[in-house]
């Protein structure tokens, strides 16, 4: 029993159909697949290889044969029954490798990793990663209703690494390929993210004002804010993606806390200095003074330390929380870290420089 090759529309309708849902005849490209909810049945091929337990190693040897359509030998091939419920699977090397006498039923596997064609593609994503599987069969109450194959498989991770990239630049995701998206689009997937960053970042104009004495007796001090806030915000923008993609991965969890901001902090503390002695050479190259180039080194310290801890920190608490950590990215961290830095280097300010007054 073979099953032809069909698109992946033809996909979702056969999902559709099992799941007793209105079936959706609108054509569709790929981009419609990178909205968040996206499932398995966007997926899903129809295009397999089916056996009975019945059959003999060697009619299924000679059916391989006669289906394989292209260059591409498939992992498994499907035991089925006749209303199609999955019995088992067959790997066709343990298929090339038997007997001719056998029968599929010796040889065949009845413990198998399969999805359901409603789960989400970031679930689906995670267990997958972590499989080294190239094939999964899509169940539905125990019937085969289609696989994920290679090429498939290789999909849906791009779309879901697509996906995490779009959000971790705080934009949501398109629809359509970026040269067919009008303006308007844009502007609207763009504006209400930028507009949350704005409100975020007006807390940063508070700080100032909180702290315009001290900037008018120091004006000095200003020269400095655009690198310590970005040099925060850039130390933030590397742990945060490093730590998505390991979350991503199932590398580390919310029960990793702890050594994650061992490493992190002791790798801060390394880069603190580093970037503390750069401050402090790049003030005394402007002439600036003792007091102000020792406030600047001290806040590059400090604020690479802060960075590092809330960029370990809140990317595993959302997630436990079961928030995207992709949403919590580099935009929304260096918002955070600009407030908070600039608090860091007026506290900083106001004790050495009245230590030199």
Same mark, same amino acid.
């Given at each position: &029993? /073979? $099953?032809?090759?069909?698109?992946? &529309?033809?996909a979702v309708l056969v999902a559709d159909a099992s799941l007793n849902t209105p079936?959706?005849?609108? /054509?569709? *490209?790929?981009?419609?697949?990178?909205?968040? *909810?996206?499932t398995v049945s966007a997926y899903m091929s129809q295009s397999y290889i089916a056996v009975s337990v019945a059959d003999s190693v060697e009619n299924v040897k000679n059916q391989l044969v006669n289906d394989l359509k292209d260059e591409l030998i498939p992992t498994y091939l499907y035991v089925v029954d006749k209303d199609n419920y999955l019995n088992g699977i067959l790997p066709v090397k343990s298929l090339l490798t038997a007997t001719n006498d056998l029968? %599929?039923? @010796? +040889? &065949?596997?009845?413990t198998f990793f399969s999805v359901s064609p409603e789960q989400n593609r970031? @679930? %689906?994503y995670q267990l997958i990663s972590h499989s080294g599987l190239d094939s999964v069969p +899509? &169940?539905? $109450?125990?019937? !085969?209703?289609? %696989?994920?194959?290679p090429q498939d498989i290789a999909e849906l991770i791009e779309d879901e690494n697509t996906l995490d990239a779009q959000m971790q630049g705080a934009t949501s995701p398109l629809e359509q390929p970026y040269l067919e998206t009008s303006p308007v689009t844009l502007w609207r997937k763009r504006v209400v993210w930028l507009l949350m960053l704005f409100v975020a970042e007006a807390y940063t104009s508070t700080v100032l004002h909180a702290f315009e004495d001290r900037l008018e007796a120091a004006i000095s001090l200003a020269f400095f804010i655009p690198l310590l806030i970005g040099t925060g915000g850039n130390s933030g923008t590397q742990? /945060?993606?490093t730590l998505v993609r390991a979350m991503a991965l199932g590398e580390v969890s919310l029960r990793n806390v702890w050594s994650v901001l061992r490493k992190e902090i002791t790798t801060s503390i390394m880069v603190a200095l580093t970037m503390g002695i750069a401050g402090f050479v790049r003030a005394w190259f402007l002439g600036v003074g003792m007091e102000v180039m020792i406030v600047v080194g001290l806040t590059l310290i400090s604020i690479t330390v802060?960075?590092?801890? +809330?960029s370990s920190v809140i990317p595993m608490v959302l997630k436990r929380l079961g928030i995207d950590p992709a949403v919590v990215s580099a935009p929304f961290?260096? /918002? !955070?870290?600009?407030g908070t830095g600039l608090i860091i280097y007026f506290e900083i300010a106001s004790h050495v420089m009245s230590e030199f007054a």
């Open positions: &029993m /073979t $099953f032809n090759t069909q698109n992946k &529309m033809d079936q959706n005849n609108s /054509t569709q *490209d790929q981009y419609h697949r990178l909205k968040d *909810d996206a029968f %599929v039923s @010796d +040889v &065949m596997r009845q970031h @679930d %689906v +899509v &169940m539905h $109450f125990g019937k !085969l209703v289609g %696989v994920l194959r742990i /945060t993606s802060w960075s590092a801890i +809330v961290i260096a /918002t !955070l870290i600009d």
